[in-house]
């Protein structure tokens, strides 16, 4: 069964701290990809990546930073929280040039 | 820009049958995909149409219409349980295989 996970449901954390969500596949995709989703506006990409080691921004990159070390794990980095990056942040992943993106269970960040 | 516009809520009863309409905007245009969201739950491929007309997949039907810019959903034989939000979502632009997808239509389904 396909499975993407992601380290943490529900995050809390203080502006002004450096936060990682970590997003683990097992069907061995070599496509990953870190969308945020807030009321209203739908799902935005951040970063994917289509490879180890290799990243590309998506449409709202402002603030974060991605680590893919292995083909397995995409990590996006909040380098400096910001309340403005409270939202739920969504990891999935896709087979080569397949269509249909697999999607972790969500992170629900809260910056106070 | 990528852009996709759908209704933002549309609301049916038990039994009947529900159009979920999505127009675009998009370079490189590849197909249209159809995601579903419980609240609480993660986005799941619903359906992809890559040429025009009409794909079935038991009681959901996708259309797409590229000389328009436009796909919908169809939902038959509607069930309480197909209350969530449903999405359409495009190719991030030439060459991409990330998705654009439009603001999301919240369908709640009454008895």
């Known amino acids: 069964d396909v499975k993407v996970t992601q380290s943490s449901r529900y995050l809390v954390k203080r502006t002004g701290e450096k936060v990682f969500l970590e997003c683990v596949q097992d069907?061995?995709?070599?496509?990953m990809f870190w969308y945020r989703q807030d009321p209203g506006l739908g799902l935005r990409l951040i970063y994917f990546?289509?490879?180890?080691?290799?990243?590309e921004k998506g449409d709202i990159p402002e603030g974060y930073s991605v680590s893919r070390e292995k083909k397995e794990r995409f990590s996006l980095i909040l380098e400096s929280a910001s309340t403005n990056q409270t939202s739920m942040y969504l990891c999935?992943?896709?087979?080569?040039?397949?269509?249909?993106?697999?999607f972790g269970p969500g992170t629900r960040l809260l910056v106070l | 820009g990528q852009s996709l516009e759908q209704p933002s809520e549309v609301t049916a009863v038990e039994g009947a049958i529900v159009q979920i309409n999505c127009t675009y905007q998009?370079?490189?245009?590849?197909?249209l995909s159809w995601y579903q969201q419980h609240d609480g739950g993660a986005p799941t491929f619903l359906s992809y149409?890559?040429?025009?007309g009409l794909e079935e997949t038991g009681r959901f039907s996708s259309f797409l219409s590229r000389s328009d810019s436009y796909g919908y959903l169809l939902l038959q034989e509607l069930q309480m349980k197909d209350s969530a939000s449903y999405f359409c979502?495009?190719?991030?632009?030439?060459?991409?295989?990330?998705?654009?997808f439009g603001s999301g239509t919240r369908l709640q389904v009454q008895p």
């Open positions: 999935a992943s896709s087979s080569g040039d397949q269509e249909t993106q697999y």
């Open positions: 069907m061995d995709h070599e496509n």
């Open positions: 149409n890559a040429l025009d």
């Open positions: 998009t370079s490189g245009f590849y197909g």
């Open positions: 990546s289509y490879d180890v080691k290799m990243k």
């Open positions: 979502a495009a190719r991030a632009g030439t060459g991409r295989r990330a998705l654009t």
